[in-house]
């Protein structure tokens, strides 16, 4: 659609009455143009509903009490954004009670499934709640339930996209409301399958599903409102000196948020690298800063840049007949590594074993371990972090090592990763 600019609004930019207010002002200053807006639960609900759906799983009996916690939260952020009596008031309470449901179930069987139906309250409630708001003070909002539009397969927890029936979804429920001049608010990180059951796409998913909307829709531009001035060369949590990208290529971000760089969840580049669409990162503190600017063509002209992945594990498989890992067994490897979805960061083999850094999620490690133990000796080093550095400098590498045991580590012409143990906060520049 021509003109249509496609906003994501993080956690932290509605964690509270103060922030939603602080979004809804920036989104008055695009209100003249087409807008269709991405928002994730607020501040930190999906690690809140990520304890509810344990304690149901666990059956311990606390799942309630976390619930009622998360409800109160919720309230109290709308107490200062509408009237007592509001109709939002029962809107959200219905998405509530959709998860009570569940919980006056047995847990089902099926923990990833159970987990997404649960999960998908902390977008819904936040949507309805930022429409409604932006409703209240007179922009014309459509609120678009984005399992209606985003198809994926039933692989919970990691749906993956059914694209072409996404793009007719997309156009077929969203453009009609944004043709009539609505602006148009939707949930970031859920999906739904052929069956209508709830999916999400990934922690920190929000980020893809607005480059979804963008490449269905065709926008103009995505712009992801951060805490941060835009994409620094490293996390500010974690290092000093750290300075803001004016600049940046699709395939620089790519390569960086895929190893760690949290500022952006690494799906989100591909959609609109196929399509050429810009991606803004911008601060909602500082909301006329120019931020960064992601696209196609800018010159290869870096400084050093570091990202840092933690629960890393290592996962050390060989042969116990001395049969040659290369020759014989590469195939079985890679086909368990693809079912259960693992993200290899790095990998390295000798005649007789094959190493693998993977990120440490849930029980995935000890599952690809014990599908490999029957054939081969496995060995598995936890808690580890990886580091990855692009355009590095010799004094960058030195004092990244400092402090930390080197275990693995590859070089590539722009890259370096280093898997190491025990990471602290230091001055990578040594200034
Ligand atoms: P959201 O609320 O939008 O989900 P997050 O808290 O998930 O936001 O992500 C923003 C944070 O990402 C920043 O506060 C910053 O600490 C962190 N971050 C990590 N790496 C980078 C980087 N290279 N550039 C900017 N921010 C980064
Ligand atoms: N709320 C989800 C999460 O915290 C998705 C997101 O924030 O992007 O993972
Ligand atoms: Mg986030």
Redesign the pocket.
């Known amino acids: 659609m021509k003109n249509l600019k496609v906003f994501k609004f ?4 509605v964690r509270d009455a103060d922030n939603v207010k602080n979004s809804a002002s920036i989104i008055v200053s695009f209100q003249n143009q087409p807008l269709l807006i991405v928002v ?1 639960a607020m501040g930190k609900t999906t690690n809140a509903l990520e304890e509810v759906v344990g304690a149901h799983a666990a059956k311990n009996g606390k799942a309630l009490e976390i619930l009622n916690a998360i409800k109160e939260q919720h309230y109290q952020i709308m107490s200062g954004l509408f009237e007592p009596g509001d109709e939002v008031y029962a809107a959200v309470n219905d998405h509530f009670v959709s998860v009570e449901w569940v919980l006056e179930e047995e847990p089902h069987p099926n923990y990833d499934y159970m987990y997404d139906q649960i999960i998908c309250a902390g977008e819904l409630v936040s949507s309805v709640i930022l429409a409604a708001y932006l409703n209240r003070i007179g922009l014309k909002t459509a609120w678009l339930d984005a399992r209606d539009v985003i198809l994926t397969d039933d692989i919970y927890r990691e749906g993956w996209v059914q694209w072409d029936e996404t793009v007719e979804r997309a156009k077929a429920k969203a453009l009609p409301l944004l043709e009539k001049g609505n602006l148009v608010v939707t949930q970031g990180f859920i999906g739904s399958t052929r069956e209508n059951a709830t999916t999400t796409l990934g922690r ?1 998913g ?1 980020d893809y599903t607005a480059a979804i909307f963008s490449f269905c829709l065709d926008a103009e531009e995505m712009t ?1 409102w ?3 001035p ?8 974690l290092f000093e000196n750290v300075e803001k990208l004016d600049r940046l290529s699709y395939r620089e971000a790519i390569e ?1 948020t895929y190893y760690g ?3 952006i969840h690494p799906k989100t580049i591909k959609p609109l690298q196929n399509k050429s669409i810009p991606l803004r990162v911008r601060s909602f503190i500082d909301p006329k800063g120019e931020g960064t600017l992601i696209s196609g063509d800018v010159e290869d002209n870096y400084p050093p ?1 570091v ?1 840092v992945e933690r629960h890393q594990a290592l996962v050390s498989i060989s042969t116990r007949d001395f049969s040659f890992v290369a020759e014989h067994h590469m195939s079985v490897l890679f086909s368990h590594i693809a079912d259960l979805r693992l993200q290899v960061n790095m990998m390295q083999n000798t005649a007789i074993s094959f190493v693998v850094c993977v990120n440490d999620i849930d029980d995935k490690v000890e599952r690809f371990a014990q599908s490999m133990q029957k054939d081969f000796k496995v060995l598995i080093d936890r808690n580890l972090e990886l580091i990855t550095v692009r355009h590095s400098l010799p004094t960058v590498l030195e004092n990244l090592r400092k402090g930390k045991i080197l275990l693995m580590e590859e070089r590539t012409k722009d890259t370096v990763q280093m898997v190491v143990k025990n990471v602290q906060v230091l001055d990578w520049k040594g200034d």
């Not at 993080?10 to 930019?13: A, F, K, L, P």
């Open positions: 993080g956690g932290s930019s994730s920190e929000s992801i951060k805490d941060v835009g994409v620094l060369t490293a996390d500010p949590r960086m760089a949290k500022v840049m990202a």
